[in-house]
């Protein structure tokens, strides 16, 4: 460690030394065409090498911009040109807004650091398509210590975005990552997790002010990555699309609720990931935790409403995430007939810093709803529960969980006064050191109508074991009417019929598309009776020819495909159910089917 630590003062006391000699000007000399061989990672490299030669393009006061020659050589007159000018205005907008703004915020990279320059180097080369760039603090390095390091503070950007507005976006987040290097690693001896340090990233182009226009932007396609998987773990890092979208969007929460110098108290200390967010909150005279900011979050998602509560805690701040433009529907639906003894439970596993919204909707009026909980014992689970008043109202309380994660609560008026009741639930088991794939917690729970007007006992649900296989049933068509509404006992899909097959209706929003439905028609039928029915997940609106299959997440995907290919893809026509306009624009739409 002495040694390391003493090469480090080496090479930041020599760059000192040479910028005190040089006064403000930049340590070296680049002349405009020069050629310059580079390493590069053949991971991300679109052809897996590790070498290429570049040339310098453009001279910023920040940057030095070389472009791959082998990319370079490929372009026509006119995309050279399109080229050129995308750089050209790529170094104005670093030197007049990312450099700024990010050095500001965050701190300064190492500057003129290993290679003596006060200017960074941007290479922009062929990268996989995907990867809008990277940062590889290999080449903070000198080759002494890493054989392959560009002895430079460099970023590498992909050609095929260069003349896309995203490229803005990649420049800003990946230069994040070069000032984190600096900030963490070399003067506090610290490493980040990998989450926060890419929620930093993501959030770099918010404060470029490149959310605007709200289309087309960075936050645009964070928030379809949350919306397609939002119990993704906030910690766990596997580097996948959704990933981002939640790193994205708990910094829009963070930074909205407590501010920008929260963004500087956190890199400004030694400590890393969810101490680092403690640290900042307690030095910024709040008294809320990471695990705080957390559950506010959760609960944010779904109701994003700054009426609730005290402080704005349960809302974005961010104008572009109003609860019209961004909320969360229920992770799943159930209805309850109100009749003393009807209950429900489920069971299911979860990793640390991720949620589940579950709704629990009433059949009826009258009684009361009795909520028992069982996390396992090795767990850390937050409960809340939000009750939507018959009023328009809503309310939010906290389940208490007792040594062994058992919890209780009651809810008085079920189908009367209240409306409806969302279960929010995280676990915070986990602190620290995360990796890319990390343990599940079991977790169930029994919603149960009853006319007790005291809170339930909680009662230890016993975890779910595999049921064994039984023997093949004779299934026998239960002749129920084309249109009927059946769900399963126990379970909480409600379907439609439509000769031999059933569809289920993903939210309680799908029934109340149509008016004649009533959803105190639904029928309870055995497992042998529902599984007669086939399931079909195709639709059309009426007068309209486009056929959609509706995935379990919410979306519509066209089958954009001939009606040969429909059929030979193993389709059914009689699968397609003819839907009313308002049900097919409840789906967001999805990519094509073309196959």
């Known amino acids: 460690m002495a040694i390391k630590s003493r090469k480090k003062i080496y090479w930041l006391t020599l760059g000192l030394i040479f910028s005190g000699f040089l006064g403000v000007e930049n340590a070296l000399a680049f002349k405009l065409g020069e050629n310059q061989l580079f390493f590069v990672d053949a991971s991300y490299d679109l052809l897996d090498?590790?070498?290429?030669?570049?040339?310098?393009?453009?001279?910023?006061?920040?940057?030095?911009?070389?472009?791959?020659?082998?990319?370079?050589?490929?372009?026509g007159p006119v995309e050279a040109e399109s080229a050129n000018m995308a750089i050209l205005n790529l170094a104005a907008e670093f030197d007049k807004t990312i450099y700024p703004r990010l050095t500001q915020v965050y701190g300064s990279e190492w500057s003129p650091g290993i290679d003596n320059d006060l200017r960074i180097t941007i290479l922009i080369t062929k990268i996989k398509k995907g990867t809008g760039g990277y940062f590889n603090s290999s080449d903070e390095y000198s080759r002494l210590q890493i054989a392959n390091s560009n002895e430079r503070e460099m970023i590498y950007l992909n050609s095929l975005y260069i003349t896309s507005p995203s490229v803005r976006d990649f420049l800003a987040h990946e230069f994040q990552h070069m000032i984190n290097f600096y900030q963490k690693e070399k003067l506090r001896h610290s490493v980040e997790e990998i989450w926060l340090n890419e929620a930093r990233s993501?959030?770099?182009?918010?404060?470029?002010?490149?959310?605007?226009?709200?289309?087309?932007?960075?936050?645009?396609?964070?928030?379809?990555?949350?919306?397609r998987a939002p119990s993704d773990s906030l910690t766990e890092w596997q580097n996948e699309s959704i990933d981002y979208g939640a790193v994205n969007l708990f910094m829009q929460y963070l930074v909205g609720r407590y501010g920008e110098p929260i963004l500087t108290r956190m890199m400004k200390t030694e400590a890393v990931g969810a101490a680092s967010i403690n640290q900042a909150l307690a030095a910024a005279g709040f008294s809320e935790k990471f695990g705080d900011v957390f559950n506010n979050w959760m609960i944010a998602n779904?109701?994003?409403?700054?009426?609730?509560?005290?402080?704005?805690?349960?809302?974005?701040?961010?104008?572009?995430?109003?609860?019209?433009?961004?909320?969360?529907?229920?992770?799943?639906?159930?209805?309850?007939?109100?009749?003393?003894?009807?209950?429900?439970?489920?069971?299911?596993t979860i990793k640390d810093w991720s949620g589940r919204w579950y709704e629990i909707l009433p059949m009826g009026f009258g009684l009361n709803l009795a909520m028992n909980f069982q996390g396992e014992s090795a767990s850390d689970f937050q409960i809340a529960l939000i009750t939507f008043a018959a009023n328009g109202t809503k309310s939010l309380n906290w389940l208490v969980l007792n040594s062994v994660q058992e919890a209780a609560a009651l809810i008085s008026d079920f189908g009367n006064r209240v409306a409806s009741v969302v279960l929010i639930l995280s676990n915070q088991t986990k602190q620290t050191n995360f990796s890319a794939n990390e343990p599940t917690f079991q977790f169930s729970y029994i919603a149960k109508i009853t006319k007790a007007n005291q809170l339930p006992m909680p009662t230890s649900l016993p975890l779910p074991s595999p049921m064994p296989l039984p023997d093949s049933p004779i299934l026998v068509n239960p002749n129920f009417s084309e249109g009927s509404l059946i769900r399963a006992k126990g379970d909480n899909k409600v379907y439609i019929i439509k000769g031999h097959y059933r569809r289920w209706l993903q939210t309680p929003q799908t029934l109340t598309a149509y008016p004649h439905l009533d959803w105190q028609n639904i029928i309870e039928v055995t497992p042998e009776q529902l599984n007669w029915y086939q399931e079909a997940w195709l639709v059309r609106a009426d007068g309209d020819a486009r056929v959609y299959e509706i995935n379990g997440d919410g979306t519509k995907h066209w089958l954009n495909m001939s009606a040969e290919q429909f059929t030979s893809s193993g389709r059914a026509w009689e699968m397609v159910y003819i839907v009313n306009a308002r049900e097919r624009d409840l789906y967001r739409t999805g990519a094509e089917v073309l196959r």
């Not at 994003?304 to 109003?322: H, I, W």
């Not at 003894?341 to 299911?348: C, I, N, Q, V």
């Open 49 to 75: 090498r590790t070498q290429i030669n570049a040339t310098l393009r453009q001279v910023g006061d920040h940057a030095l911009f070389y472009t791959a020659n082998d990319w370079w050589s490929s372009l």
């Open 202 to 227: 993501e959030y770099a182009p918010t404060l470029c002010g490149y959310d605007t226009p709200y289309v087309g932007s960075n936050l645009e396609r964070r928030v379809k990555d949350f919306l």
């Open 302 to 348: 779904f109701v994003n409403d700054c009426q609730l509560g005290e402080g704005q805690k349960y809302c974005y701040l961010n104008p572009r995430l109003t609860y019209e433009s961004f909320h969360l529907r229920p992770q799943m639906s159930n209805f309850l007939l109100v009749s003393e003894g009807t209950e429900f439970s489920f069971a299911d």
